[in-house]
């Protein structure tokens, strides 16, 4: 049965009913688009019933972190962010309490990148209680000042915790580097070059983007970010630094690693993703030269209707 038949019979069958877009590229060309309706969120804010269409703006939620690694390598190429190895706290020298704990003064941004900080930090509570970290984070006065104080728990380097806070320290790198809002430098390093004119980033109380879950894109310009990698970088993003991007670099589980803000398979069938909430994805699979973007409405939910149709996308 050919993908797209694939596809249909998972729409007609109902194991879907929540999917919000589809884009899949093979070999840098659109070869499947699907847009359906439901509810929807924008973080924070619900948008009630919404008809998707090519031209609809979607949460991307965690998807945003994979884009923030991509804005990084921009902005270490054009000098204006440490190398990875650069020590942290020395990026936030206004904490200088913490800038002169000596516990925290291996922590370097390539442990921000991994995921490794070895600070205390919990994203399992649901993403509308305080009790989960990265919200916690959001009602904070100071983001980064709440990241960078959290117990130490353990060494550096050591083991990945999945942290929204990470993504948080990065874009404040990002942006102070560049000397303006990370959204502001995003519009003209990446998206502008891309072609991509339509994009919002959520903002916190504080006016800052939501560096690890903010970001609003239509499904189409998704699957462009994945095409970027297959690409190369297309002179955007350097290319050394998209192989050291998603070079697998700490283990989850068997078969499947973090590199720098993205996953990686390592088993037979090799590819990356970026993963949000809701079941936003963006896969890549470059052997076979495939892109499969998904939007979908299942927020703090199990994503059965991305998976469904990630399954018939990838015939397993």
Request: net charge negative; with cysteine.
């Amino acid at each position: 049965m050919a993908m797209a038949e694939r596809i249909e019979a998972v729409l007609r069958s109902g194991k879907a009913p929540n999917l919000h877009g589809l884009v899949v590229m093979r070999g840098g060309n659109v070869v499947l688009e699907r847009y359906g309706a439901g509810v929807d969120h924008r973080v924070g804010e619900s948008l009630g019933h919404v008809a998707f269409g090519r031209d609809t703006l979607h949460d991307v939620r965690s998807v945003s972190k994979s884009v923030v690694a991509l804005l990084y390598g921009i902005a270490l190429g054009e000098g204006l962010v440490p190398e990875p190895g650069a020590g942290l706290m020395g990026q936030f020298p206004e904490y200088t309490d913490l800038v002169a704990d000596p516990a925290r003064a291996h922590l370097t941004i390539e442990h921000a990148l991994t995921m490794t900080l070895g600070l205390d930090w919990n994203e399992d509570a649901p993403y509308t209680s305080p009790a989960n970290s990265e919200i916690a984070m959001e009602l904070a006065p100071d983001r980064y000042r709440y990241v960078l104080e959290r117990p130490v728990v353990e060494a550096a380097g050591k083991r990945w915790l999945y942290c929204g806070g990470a993504t948080a320290l990065i874009g404040g790198i990002i942006a102070r580097g560049a000397g303006r809002p990370l959204e502001e430098y995003a519009a003209g390093a990446l998206f502008r070059p891309l072609g991509i004119g339509d994009f919002q980033w959520s903002k916190g109380d504080d006016g800052l983007a939501m560096a690890a879950a903010g970001l609003r894109l239509r499904p189409i310009d998704l699957a462009a970010v994945g095409r970027l990698l297959l690409d190369g970088g297309q002179g955007i993003v350097p290319g050394e630094w998209i192989r050291e991007m998603l070079r697998p670099r700490v283990v989850i589980a068997d078969g499947f690693e973090y590199g720098y803000q993205w996953y990686v398979s390592t088993g037979e069938r090799r590819w990356v993703e970026a993963i949000g909430n809701g079941g936003q994805r963006l896969l890549v699979v470059p052997d076979e030269e495939l892109v499969v973007a998904i939007t979908a409405g299942e927020y703090d939910q199990e994503p059965a209707s991305s998976m469904a149709v990630l399954d018939a996308v990838l015939d397993r």
